[in-house]
């Protein structure tokens, strides 16, 4: 099982979003879970442009089996985008 995370990033330091996401990587793996953390990914490809890795990043959610909700997801724009990818791809939605 794959679990794509979805969380706030827009607004906030780089150092605070790596932590997030790494932190949820590992309670997913506690959880039998494979991630896939979009922060890493777009940081990797050197994508800082919110429209840029938005767009790299939509189509990657219909690869999972399940969307990973950090508490402040419905606080971002993008979150809110990659939930409703999710839902059309019918993923199961977790909520941390």
Known sequence: MKAYIAGKVSGLD???VRTK???AEKRLKD???DSFNPAQYCLSLGLTDWNECMKALLPIIQTCDSIY???DWNKSKGA???LK?????K???IHE
């Open 85 to 89: 990818e999710a839902i059309k791809h």
């Open 91 to 93: 993923l199961n939605v």
């Open 14 to 16: 780089l150092d605070s």
């Open 21 to 23: 996401f790494n932190d």
């Open 69 to 71: 909700l950090l508490p």
């Open 80 to 82: 809110k985008m990659e």
């Open 31 to 33: 959880m039998g879970f």
